[in-house]
């Protein structure tokens, strides 16, 4: 009985490491994430994740067009592939 009694206790300490080391905070980055989706409005400064800076010109349900240059070149991406507001200097 001792013996059931530590395989068991074995699988709920490494269920409560997995939650806390994997579940738990890649639940907490999906919803910074969402809440970054939800917070972009016209004229915000982003980085996607391909790199490119832009300014938002147009702000759509699931797309976003980009000014990335001085000249006024728009680039229409998904929404999702912002990772980041840029931070103002």
């Given at each position: 009985?001792?013996?059931?009694?530590?395989?068991?206790?074995?699988?709920?300490?490494?269920?409560?490491?997995?939650?806390?080391?994997?579940?738990?905070?890649?639940?907490?980055?999906?919803?910074?994430?969402?809440?970054?989706?939800?917070?972009?409005?016209?004229?915000d400064?982003?980085?996607?994740?391909?790199?490119?800076?832009?300014?938002?010109?147009?702000?759509?349900?699931?797309?976003?067009?980009?000014?990335?240059?001085?000249?006024?070149?728009?680039?229409?991406?998904?929404?999702?592939?912002v990772?980041?507001?840029?931070?103002?200097?």
């Amino acid at each position: 009985m001792g013996f059931m009694l530590q395989i068991v206790l074995m699988f709920v300490v490494f269920g409560a490491v997995t939650y806390f080391m994997v579940i738990r905070p890649q639940r907490r980055r999906q919803q910074e994430h969402q809440a970054l989706m939800e917070s972009l409005k016209r004229g915000d400064e982003v980085i996607t994740t391909g790199g490119i800076y832009g300014k938002i010109k147009k702000v759509e349900k699931d797309h976003i067009v980009l000014e990335v240059d001085e000249e006024g070149r728009t680039l229409k991406i998904m929404r999702d592939s912002v990772i980041e507001k840029e931070k103002a200097a």
